[in-house]
């Protein structure tokens, strides 16, 4: 069954991509953490335009990423080979990642800039989206409708 093999090594690929992100993330959210722990005391409230923008990007990043996933694997020809599934999946998967990394990484960046807590919570939100992507094999099969012996 090579295409049960090259499904495989596809969704370890895609594992490897998502392990590098999410490490990334939680690297830059010590960081973040430290740094405003040595700062100023937290505040809420609602005046910076940075704190409108994280949520919009919390909101709609998250669902363009999914829209724009499912439109280009939901577009294939039927009589497309194994292969070019395969390659399709795993560049749309990649760019649904980094869109979905976006608001996270912006909402460490304005908790940083100004220590408020609706950033914080607008991370925590968009960080356990992004960690509801972790690629599988049964979710390639949910998704591009290929079984390939899975």
């Known amino acids: 069954m090579p295409e049960k093999e090259s499904v ?3 969704v370890k690929s895609l594992q490897t991509v998502y392990t590098a992100l999410i ?3 939680l690297l830059f959210a010590m960081t973040v953490f430290y740094l405003v722990e040595n700062g100023e005391e ?3 409230g609602t005046q910076d335009p940075l704190i409108l ?7 709609s990043l998250p669902i363009q990423s999914a829209v724009l996933f499912q439109k280009a694997i939901r577009n294939r020809d039927l009589n497309e080979s194994i292969s070019t599934t395969l390659n399709r999946y795993q560049n749309q998967y990649i760019i649904r990642l980094v869109i979905a990394e976006m608001p996270v990484l912006f909402s460490l960046v304005c908790y940083l800039l100004n220590n408020n807590v609706l950033c914080l919570a607008t991370f925590l939100v ?3 989206y992004f960690a509801t ?3 599988s094999a049964k979710r ?3 998704e591009t409708g290929v079984e390939a012996g899975i």
């Not at 923008?53 to 909101?59: D, E, H, Q, R, T």
């Open 8 to 10: 495989r090594q596809l």
């Open 23 to 25: 490490s990334g993330i």
């Open 42 to 44: 937290i505040t809420l």
């Open 53 to 59: 923008i994280s949520v919009f990007f919390a909101v």
């Open 126 to 128: 968009c960080f356990l």
């Open 133 to 135: 992507l972790y690629p």
């Open 140 to 142: 390639f099969a949910k």
